[in-house]
T-cell receptor, first 115, second 114 residues
Framework: GESVGLHLPTLSVQEGDNSIINCAYSNSASDYFIWYKQESGKGPQFIIDIRSNMDKRQGQRVTVLLNKTVKHLSLQIAATQPGDSAVYFCAEMSLGGTSYGKLTFGQGTILTVHP | KAGVTQTPRYLIKTRGQQVTLSCSPISGHRSVSWYQQTPGQGLQFLFEYFSETQRNKGNFPGRFSGRQFSNSRSEMNVSTLELGDSALYLC?????????????FGSGTQLSVL
């Protein structure tokens, strides 16, 4: 059948603002979550991860929040900079042997930061 | 420490041909995973190798295969290429000690099938 391109959500912010990128996941067995940043012509770059026994984790300028009750993940970027412009993906992995190397990715969100 | 290295960066093939892509993982990483990225389907898992053995496989036809060498380097092969195989093929490496590990990606090989 005909393939339909993904219509990625977009987020446009001003330099210096805080950004929040959201992600819903469906697998209640997911135990591990990662946020990746992908710039044009490059592979996904690891940003931050969180395990299901946590609900918040902070990195440098980034915070990931996990709400297992509603199966929701968010990435907060503080003081967003033009260099943060990219596509952001959430990815999930569940426990067990069938999960070796297998991340299930969300569709991605395009973040554009205006100077 | 060098990151994940994929070669070649770009490939152009015609329908019916076959192609081999190469991936060198981060030093010390023994697990290599392969993903296909397309605008229509996003990022999809192909397979994972550890110690020269395939431990996990996604839902792709048998035309997609891979292997891993004793130095952890990996190759993937696509036979009888179809137009729909045009995609960015990404390789990721991790320590391979278990599930729920960080995966680090290379820049990918952009394959165009004409």
């Amino acid at each position: 059948g005909e393939s339909v391109g993904l219509h990625l959500p977009t987020l446009s912010v001003q330099e210096g603002d805080n950004s929040i990128i959201n992600c819903a996941y469906s697998n209640s067995a997911s135990d591990y979550f990662i946020w990746y940043k992908q710039e044009s012509g490059k592979g996904p770059q690891f940003i931050i991860d969180i395990r299901s026994n946590m609900d918040k984790r902070q990195g440098q300028r980034v915070t990931v929040l996990l709400n297992k009750t509603v199966k929701h993940l968010s990435l907060q970027i503080a003081a967003t900079q033009p260099g943060d412009s990219a596509v952001y993906f959430c990815a999930e992995m569940s426990l067990g042997g069938t999960s070796y190397g297998k991340l299930t990715f969300g569709q991605g969100t395009i973040l554009t930061v205006h100077p | 420490k060098a990151g994940v290295t994929q070669t070649p960066r770009y490939l152009i093939k015609t329908r019916g041909q076959q192609v081999t892509l190469s991936c060198s993982p981060i030093s010390g990483h023994r697990s290599v995973s392969w993903y296909q990225q397309t605008p229509g389907q996003g990022l999809q898992f192909l397979f994972e190798y550890f110690s020269e053995t395939q431990r996990n496989k996604g839902n792709f036809p048998g035309r997609f295969s891979g292997r891993q060498f004793s130095n952890s380097r990996s190759e993937m092969n696509v036979s009888t290429l179809e137009l729909g195989d045009s995609a960015l093929y990404l390789c990721a490496s991790s320590l391979g000690l278990g599930t729920n590990e960080k995966l680090f990606f290379g820049s990918g090989t952009q394959l165009s099938v004409l």
